[in-house]
C-alpha cells in the first residue's frame, strides 16, 4: 500500500465527517486487499447502509479479517477533531457496535477498534473488548486499563503489518 502523505492529511480534514469516514475505511481497505495478496490473511467487508448505498441491517462492524488463525472484527472510526478515541469514544461508537465488540471477544474473537485523528497524523488500534465495555457503561477509555497501539497515520502500513500480520 501506498502509505498516506501530509497532503492527503491535509485534504482530508478539509472532509465532512461522513466523507472522512469513508475516505479511512478506503485507506484501510486497500492495505487489507493488498494484504490479502500477499500474506496468510483474508478480508471480508461487512456492508451497511452506508457502503452499500441502500437501506441494509445494522453490521456487527466494518471488516473481518482472518490471518495465521486469528479471527478479527475490525470497526473503523476517523475524525479531524478528535485527537485519539479517548476523547470520543460515546459520539463515535454506537452501543450496537460497542456490543458486537463484546460478544466477538466472548466467542474467542480479537476485536478491534482503528481510530484515525486525521488532524494529529495519529492511528490507534484499541482492544475492542475493553472499548466495548468503557461505551456501555458510559466510561472514558483508560489507557492504564484497555490495551492499544498507536502510530502515525503515515505510517498505517507499517503499524497494521505489526499488528495484523507480524505478531501472530
Request: aromatic share 12%; net charge positive.
Amino acid at each position: 500500500m501506498k502509505p498516506i502523505t501530509e497532503k492527503q492529511l491535509t485534504k482530508a480534514c478539509q472532509l465532512e465527517s461522513s466523507e472522512l469516514g469513508k475516505w479511512f475505511e478506503h485507506k484501510c481497505e486497500e492495505w487489507f486487499w493488498e494484504a490479502q495478496e500477499n500474506y496468510p490473511f483474508k478480508c471480508i467487508r461487512l456492508y451497511d447502509t452506508h457502503t452499500a448505498g441502500n437501506y441494509m441491517p445494522a453490521t456487527d462492524g466494518d471488516y473481518v479479517i482472518m490471518s495465521k488463525g486469528t479471527g478479527f472484527l475490525v470497526e473503523v472510526k476517523c475524525s479531524a477533531k478528535h485527537s485519539s478515541l479517548k476523547s470520543c469514544l460515546s459520539s463515535h461508537l454506537s452501543k450496537g457496535q460497542a456490543q458486537a465488540q463484546r460478544l466477538y471477544a466472548r466467542a474467542g474473537g480479537v476485536p478491534v477498534v482503528v481510530f484515525a485523528s486525521v488532524s494529529e497524523n495519529v492511528v490507534e488500534i484499541w482492544e475492542g473488548n475493553c472499548v466495548g465495555q468503557a461505551r456501555a457503561k458510559g466510561v472514558r477509555l483508560s489507557v492504564a486499563e484497555c490495551p492499544y497501539i498507536s502510530g502515525k497515520l503515515t505510517d498505517m502500513d507499517k503499524l497494521f503489518y505489526k499488528f495484523f500480520v507480524g505478531s501472530r
